[in-house]
């Protein structure tokens, strides 16, 4: 996993790696901010991974609990806290190949670190990077939150 510095979008700094893991592939990753600790989920050969900084980006991480339980052949993990339960986080992940499409996990414990199937909602029908349209009403909806 590698990155860059930009401050307009045209011009880069010379990458860096970020994460190395070896031979082994790392893909699709998306930070977190739990209190004063960052988490960061990312992706290897089997699925999500979770680890917790609590000295910065560039500082040292601890793998939590390995890969998400239940998540093999997952990949985009992107997590979120809840907008009204300041406790529960959401884990969002695409999955390949059969029974594709987005699937969720719910951590309630306050801090992103326990996260169990959740079946609420069926996301199946959508992939990661999808865009769905809204017409006015639903925005009028949307924007009254």
């Given amino acids: 996993m590698r990155y860059a510095y930009t401050s307009d979008f045209k011009?880069?700094?010379?990458?860096?790696?970020?994460v190395?893991?070896?031979?082994?592939?790392?893909?699709?990753?998306?930070?977190?901010?739990?209190?004063?600790?960052?988490?960061?989920f990312y992706v290897t050969g089997g699925g999500p991974v979770e680890?917790?900084?609590t000295n910065g980006l560039f500082g040292d991480w601890t793998t939590v609990n390995?890969?998400?339980?239940?998540?093999?052949?997952?990949?985009?993990p992107y997590a979120?806290?809840?907008?009204v339960d300041i406790h529960r986080?959401?884990?969002l992940c695409d999955k390949v190949g059969s029974g594709a499409g987005i699937h969720a996990w719910t951590s309630s414990n306050g801090h992103a670190d326990?996260?169990?199937?959740?079946n609420t909602h069926n996301l199946a029908f959508m992939r990661h990077l999808s865009v769905l349209s809204v017409n006015q009403k639903q925005f009028d909806a949307l924007s009254a939150l």
Wanted: charged share 20%.
């Fill in 89 to 91: 986080a959401y884990l």
């Fill in 114 to 118: 326990s996260f169990a199937v959740d």
């Fill in 66 to 76: 390995g890969a998400i339980a239940g998540s093999d052949g997952f990949e985009a």
């Fill in 80 to 83: 979120f806290w809840d907008n």
């Fill in 11 to 18: 011009t880069f700094t010379a990458p860096k790696t970020y």
């Fill in 51 to 53: 680890q917790t900084s």
């Fill in 20 to 40: 190395s893991l070896g031979d082994a592939p790392v893909i699709d990753m998306s930070l977190l901010q739990d209190g004063n600790a960052l988490k960061r």
